[in-house]
């Protein structure tokens, strides 16, 4: 079998999904708008053949229905004769692109030509196979846009068939209903910017406020110099570099030390007007937690949402950044205090951020947090100014 990779895109917004379109249980016919035309010309040709006593004209209009069942007969066949295999989807970000990757099959001794169709309500994939010879495999790739984070259920993959004459589909769920995870939107992080500035404000115990890089007096491990930046050790300036540049230069190394990370997110909503605060949030959180899963050191990362009993921790890699944030994509507004399994925050390591994102500024869960745990944590809410921060809206 030959495998062709065969890329398409299908974007829709929220509303213009047709929930009720193609909701398969097992199968069904149903007619075209082309094939709803020409049944209603040969119902006419009928009608006007057998009123007038013309011969021809009745005889064309059975032809014309005759044509609609057999364009229906060939449509089953060929849906029948084909097979499809949905990849494994991991959880996406809303806002942003998303794929569905799936291996279609012709099993049939024919050709065969058919369109692959799932929709939920935050995305809908149409993709159009042509010509599938016999025996062939293609492996197809649809593209959509989430608009919104949460947990959707889809409709069965269906495999469509419209041949010959696309007078009558016929519709076969080859793949049963599925889950689309939808992570919350990602804003822009500056990792360097960040680390420097929990270095600055404690980052949750006196042990964070001594600057990550390594201080080294080998050449091997200085990459090189460059402008200094605030939290910057005064032990890296490079004072003859200083000199001729007439600025503050320090040195660079390759070596970093790995600083673990310990997030606790707090959606707090008192009324339904909070909400947008909660959504904000919660984007502030996803994008801290995935800036974290992509730097250079692999350290120790750990999720804790308010109001869900279970967290999440692992080493910082894309993969388990993908699997904790989908705690993010089901958390629901909170009120009040709401229980955090303390247990989880304190077996942590001293090299550690604790950082508290929180829709309401000053929340009072961080003193909590400091009373239950010995150690301070660095509130952050988004209604507060942050350099190293930009959200969706002005990420571009």
């Known amino acids: 079998m030959s495998n062709v990779a065969v890329s398409l895109t299908s974007n829709a917004s929220n509303s213009e999904i047709p929930h009720s379109d193609f909701r398969i249980s097992n199968f069904h016919w149903r007619p075209t708008r082309e094939g709803v035309l020409w049944i209603a010309a040969a119902l006419a040709m009928l009608l006007a053949g057998s009123f007038k006593l013309i011969n021809l004209l009745i005889l064309l209009g059975y032809v014309m229905v005759a044509l609609v069942g057999i364009n229906a007969w060939l449509a089953r066949r060929s849906a029948y004769g084909v097979r499809i295999q949905r990849a494994r989807g991991e959880p996406v970000f809303a806002g942003s692109e998303a794929a569905r990757h799936v291996a279609v099959t012709n099993t049939a001794r024919?050709?065969?030509?058919?369109?692959?169709?799932?929709?939920?309500e935050t995305h809908?994939?149409?993709?159009?196979?042509?010509?599938?010879?016999?025996?062939?495999?293609?492996?197809?790739?649809?593209?959509?846009?989430?608009?919104?984070?949460?947990?959707?259920?889809t409709t069965p993959m269906s495999v469509i068939a419209g041949y010959p004459?696309?007078?009558?589909?016929?519709?076969?769920?080859?793949?049963?209903?599925?889950?689309?995870?939808?992570?919350?939107r990602l804003g822009t992080v500056d990792g360097a910017m960040l680390r420097r500035w929990l270095i600055r404000v404690g980052a949750?115990?006196?042990?964070?406020?001594?600057?990550?890089?390594?201080?080294?007096?080998?050449?091997?491990?200085?990459?090189?110099?460059?402008?200094y930046r605030p939290g910057d050790s005064p032990r890296d300036i490079h004072w003859r570099t200083t000199a001729k540049q007439g600025e503050l230069m320090v040195r660079e190394y390759d070596s970093v030390e790995p600083l673990d990370l310990l997030l606790v997110v707090e959606p707090y909503a008192a009324t339904d007007?909070?909400?947008?605060?909660?959504?904000?949030?919660?984007?502030?959180?996803?994008?801290?937690?995935?800036?974290?899963?992509?730097?250079?050191?692999?350290?120790?990362?750990?999720?804790?949402?308010?109001?869900?009993?279970?967290?999440?921790?692992?080493?910082?890699?894309?993969?388990?950044?993908?699997?904790?944030?989908?705690?993010l994509a089901e958390a629901q507004p909170v009120s009040g205090l709401a229980p955090i399994a303390i247990e989880t925050l304190r077996r942590r390591s001293n090299r550690c951020a604790r950082i508290l994102v929180s829709s309401r500024p000053d929340?009072?869960?961080?003193?909590?947090?400091?009373?239950?745990?010995g150690v301070p944590f660095v509130t952050v809410d988004p209604a507060r100014p942050m350099a190293w921060y930009r959200q969706p809206d002005d990420a571009g």
């Not at 024919?110 to 939920?120: K, P």
């Open 363 to 373: 929340s009072p869960l961080a003193t909590e947090l400091r009373d239950k745990t």
């Open 204 to 227: 949750g115990d006196n042990f964070s406020r001594r600057p990550v890089r390594r201080q080294s007096t080998q050449a091997a491990d200085v990459r090189g110099v460059r402008a």
């Open 165 to 184: 004459f696309g007078l009558v589909n016929y519709a076969v769920a080859a793949e049963p209903a599925d889950t689309i995870v939808v992570l919350p």
């Open 110 to 120: 024919h050709n065969a030509s058919v369109t692959v169709m799932e929709i939920s």
């Open 273 to 327: 007007a909070d909400r947008d605060a909660v959504e904000a949030t919660l984007e502030l959180a996803a994008s801290v937690f995935w800036s974290w899963c992509h730097g250079e050191e692999t350290p120790e990362a750990t999720l804790v949402v308010a109001g869900m009993t279970e967290s999440r921790t692992g080493r910082a890699t894309e993969g388990f950044g993908r699997a904790a944030l989908a705690m």
């Open 124 to 153: 809908r994939v149409e993709v159009f196979v042509p010509v599938l010879a016999p025996g062939e495999s293609r492996n197809v790739t649809a593209t959509f846009h989430p608009t919104r984070r949460g947990r959707y259920e």
